[in-house]
């Protein structure tokens, strides 16, 4: 049982590449998020998705797109990269709205 | 609006006990959470709290919940060097479905 996985766990991109995280859960949660997190400013949820083929916009979600085909996997894609999406992005999952566990998480850096 | 305020450090000696706080807005929340995260990895859950418990406590660790406030907190009894991380406070906001999380307060241990 590997919990949530991410992959790469480092990336180094220029400016207007493109590139897919990839995360997996092997704990059949309906629930899966993407975060971005930035020194001072905590977590910030960038999409979501409650189950299978559906996907929902969080606070931060301008510049990426996610895929939610099946269940055990949530993509999120850069189409443009940004020095601004500079950051670490965590993976989680969760069954319904209940506690969420997380990836070990994706350092980015757009040059 | 949706908001988890943290101081962001705290300093205590090794051996004390650690308080780490903070205010959330949605009084509807049904969960609350601490995260820990140590430098370079992803947040662990530490413990949550049901928003109809007072008090919660798990072995070191003691939460507090004043939901008159909108107030948590964890104490850390006899912390230890290996108590230095990242740690966060999370509500989740009922109303959307997904987790709020404060900016973290860095604990760090002085001899």
């Known amino acids: 049982n590997a919990g949530v996985t991410q992959t790469p766990k480092f990336r180094v991109l220029k400016t207007g590449q493109s590139m897919t995280l990839l995360c997996a859960q092997d704990?059949?949660?309906?629930?899966m998020y993407w975060y971005r997190q930035d020194p001072g400013m905590g977590l910030r949820l960038i999409h979501y998705s409650v189950g299978e083929g559906t996907t929902a916009k969080g606070e931060v979600p301008d510049g990426y797109n996610v895929s939610r085909l099946k269940k055990q996997n949530f993509l999120l894609g850069l189409e443009s990269a940004a020095p601004s999406q500079t950051s670490v992005y965590f993976c989680?999952?969760?069954?319904?709205?209940?506690?969420?566990?997380f990836g070990p998480g994706t350092r980015l850096t757009v040059l | 609006g949706e908001d988890v305020e943290q101081s962001l450090f705290l300093s205590v000696r090794e051996g004390d006990s650690s308080v780490i706080s903070c205010t959330y807005t949605?009084?509807?929340?049904?969960?609350l959470y601490w995260y820990k995260q140590e430098p370079g990895a992803g947040l662990q859950l530490l413990t949550y709290?049901?928003?109809?418990?007072d008090m919660k406590q798990d072995q070191r660790l003691t939460v507090l919940l004043n939901k008159k406030d909108k107030h948590l907190s964890l104490r850390i009894a006899d912390t230890q060097t290996g108590d230095s991380a990242i740690y966060f406070c999370a509500e989740l906001y009922s109303s959307a479905s997904k987790i709020i999380f404060g900016s973290g307060t860095r604990l760090s241990i002085r001899p």
């Open positions: 949605d009084s509807s929340s049904t969960y």
């Open positions: 704990m059949n949660h309906e629930y």
């Open positions: 709290i049901f928003s109809n418990m």
């Open positions: 989680a999952s969760s069954h319904l709205t209940d506690t969420q566990y």
